[in-house]
T-cell receptor, first 112, second 113 residues
């Protein structure tokens, strides 16, 4: 009965690889988000989708591509991984764009 | 642009009150939030306050908002060891048809038994 789930929880990979992180919410929310939390614990929004449409796209390298196959899913695909991509990535969802956000448990990505 | 500032560390004794402070810059913020992040876990919404309110109380938590000074605080009464976590202040920002949260860097609360 997890509200916002992410897979995998941990991801260790080599530089240059392509990887995906999946996010699913079973709350019936319309809006989903991806945040990056760096080593200093600073959280920064990357993307936001509302009803499968991109509404926020912060200054993120175009190696990062979000994909929303339906309202309940927002996956993050990362091409040509770099050392600086190592971080914890959090998915979140909210009923509408102005409502409080519920976060997933995070995915710790380590790029070697 | 918007910016949210918090002190990075706070240490209190079990049973005392904790006060975590936050300042923000966007005067058009509609909601301000406090999130809790326990070690190795995701973010959990603790409480929030609408920008036209001065205070909100929820059991051991009291949120105070000084809109003139753009200052938000979270008071935890009777702090317990289970309260040890990182607390993030966040403000809601609306602009160019989109909506997002801007987070502070988090305050690490350590509770000494």
């Amino acid at each position: 009965d997890t509200a916002v789930s992410q897979t995998p929880k941990y991801l260790v990979t080599q530089m240059g690889n392509d990887k995906s992180i999946k996010c699913e919410q079973n709350l019936g929310h319309d809006t989903m988000y991806w945040y990056k939390q760096d080593s200093k614990k600073f959280l920064k929004i990357m993307f936001s989708y509302n009803n499968k449409e991109l509404i926020i796209n912060e200054t993120v390298p175009n190696r990062f591509s979000p994909k929303s196959p339906d309202k309940a899913h927002l996956n993050l695909h990362i091409n040509s991984l770099e050392l600086g991509d190592s971080a914890v990535y959090f998915c979140a969802s909210s009923r509408r764009t102005s409502d409080e956000q519920f976060f997933g448990p995070g995915t710790r990505l380590t790029v070697l | 642009g918007e910016d949210v500032e918090q002190s990075l560390f706070l240490s209190v004794r079990e049973g005392d009150s904790s006060v975590i402070n936050c300042t923000y810059t966007d005067s058009s913020s509609t909601y301000l939030y406090w999130y809790k992040q326990e070690p190795g876990a995701g973010l959990q919404l603790l409480t929030y306050i609408f920008s036209n309110m001065d205070m909100k109380q929820d059991q051991r938590l009291t949120v105070l908002l000084n809109k003139k000074d753009k200052h938000l605080s979270l008071r935890i009464a009777d702090t317990q060891t289970g309260d040890s976590a990182i607390y993030f202040c966040a403000e809601s920002y609306s602009g160019a048809g989109s909506y997002q949260l801007t987070f502070g860097k988090g305050t690490k609360l350590s509770v000494i038994p």
